[in-house]
Each structure stands twice: as structure tokens, then as C-alpha cells.
């Protein structure tokens, strides 16, 4: 049986942000960080293609994370916070198998436990006007049930 979905995001977040402290091989972080969950092959296949993927689509993820705090300063951001930001983008725009609603609710908790009082918040704030972006933007692909938004739109009687 695979890890619940929360754990290997928490492992994630720690290999992404050792490569971000240390700028190692990720192959090593990988390895030393998340190889023990080879045994799992279900949870170390996602746990590697997320911390590949938000390495691969890093600038496109801080420019996206950067148009949202512009009164920010982006290197001033607390570290935990743009990690967290950056692997639900990536979730948001490159894992079509995981509804928007899952993305946002993990990434909010793994802040609350993992960063500042107020970064929850700040987290949810920032992905919910990304989110809205990208789907006025058509560039959320979900599949499956439960993945796509569905609206029904009821016609009224004149």
C-alpha cells in the first residue's frame, strides 16, 4: 500500500528544499531524502516526478508566484512558503489526475504546519488567484470524474 498523498508532499517539500539550501545533485537529495520510499513504487513515482517537475518548471512557477506578490519583495518571501507555492502550481498545471481542490487544501495545511502563523493564508490567497488565472487562461487540464469544474447552467422561461 502507498503513503497517504500528505507524507510524500511533506518529503517532497524537504528534498526541494535541501536541493534549494544546498544546490546538491538531486539525484543525491532524491536518494537520501525520498529513496526509501522505493519500496512504494506508487508514492516514490510521484514523489520524484513532483520534485523533477518543479525543478524543471521552476522559472515559469516563480514568474507566476511573482505576478501575484508584486508588494513583495519575491527573495524576502519565507522559503517554505515559495516550495510550498511552487510544487501546487506544478501540481495545478502538470498532474491531470489531482483535482485543483485537493492541490490547494494540502498545500494550506503543509504551510500551517511547516511555515509561518500567517502563511495559510498567505498560501491559499496567492494559489486561489493563480488558480483563477489559469483557468481563464484554459490552462488547467484535468481528467477523470470529480476533475474537471462542471457547471450547469439552467435556461430560463422569457
Same mark, same amino acid.
Given at each position: 500500500? @502507498?503513503?497517504?498523498?500528505?507524507?510524500?508532499?511533506?518529503?517532497?517539500?524537504? =528534498?526541494?528544499? =535541501? +536541493? !534549494?539550501?544546498?544546490?546538491?545533485?538531486?539525484?543525491?537529495?532524491?536518494?537520501?531524502?525520498?529513496?526509501?520510499?522505493?519500496?512504494?513504487?506508487?508514492?516514490?513515482?510521484?514523489? &520524484?516526478?513532483?520534485?523533477?517537475?518543479?525543478?524543471?518548471?521552476?522559472?515559469?512557477?516563480?514568474?507566476?508566484?511573482?505576478?501575484?506578490?508584486?508588494?513583495?519583495?519575491?527573495?524576502?518571501?519565507?522559503?517554505? $512558503?515559495?516550495?510550498?507555492?511552487?510544487?501546487?502550481?506544478? !501540481?495545478?498545471?502538470? /498532474?491531470? $489526475?489531482?483535482?485543483?481542490?485537493? %492541490?490547494?487544501?494540502? =498545500?494550506?495545511?503543509?504551510?500551517? =504546519? +511547516? @511555515? %509561518?502563523?500567517?502563511? $495559510?493564508? /498567505?498560501?491559499?490567497?496567492?494559489? $486561489? @488567484?493563480?488558480? !483563477?488565472?489559469?483557468?481563464? !487562461?484554459?490552462?488547467?487540464? &484535468?481528467?477523470?470524474?470529480?476533475?474537471?469544474? %462542471?457547471?450547469? %447552467?439552467?435556461?430560463?422561461?422569457?
Amino acid at each position: 500500500m @502507498s503513503l497517504r498523498r500528505r507524507v510524500v508532499r511533506e518529503r517532497v517539500l524537504q =528534498a526541494l528544499y =535541501a +536541493y !534549494e539550501l544546498s544546490q546538491e545533485p538531486i539525484e543525491m537529495i532524491i536518494e537520501n531524502i525520498v529513496g526509501d520510499l522505493q519500496k512504494q513504487p506508487e508514492s516514490f513515482g510521484f514523489a &520524484k516526478q513532483l520534485i523533477l517537475k518543479v525543478i524543471d518548471c521552476n522559472k515559469e512557477l516563480d514568474d507566476l508566484i511573482r505576478q501575484r506578490v508584486e508588494h513583495w519583495e519575491f527573495s524576502r518571501l519565507a522559503i517554505i $512558503d515559495k516550495i510550498v507555492l511552487r510544487m501546487s502550481i506544478c !501540481e495545478l498545471l502538470h /498532474f491531470e $489526475d489531482i483535482p485543483p481542490k485537493v %492541490t490547494m487544501n494540502e =498545500a494550506i495545511e503543509i504551510a500551517r =504546519a +511547516y @511555515s %509561518t502563523d500567517k502563511s $495559510d493564508k /498567505f498560501v491559499n490567497g496567492v494559489l $486561489d @488567484s493563480i488558480l !483563477e488565472d489559469l483557468k481563464k !487562461e484554459g490552462r488547467i487540464r &484535468k481528467s477523470g470524474r470529480g476533475l474537471v469544474d %462542471t457547471h450547469v %447552467t439552467k435556461k430560463l422561461k422569457p
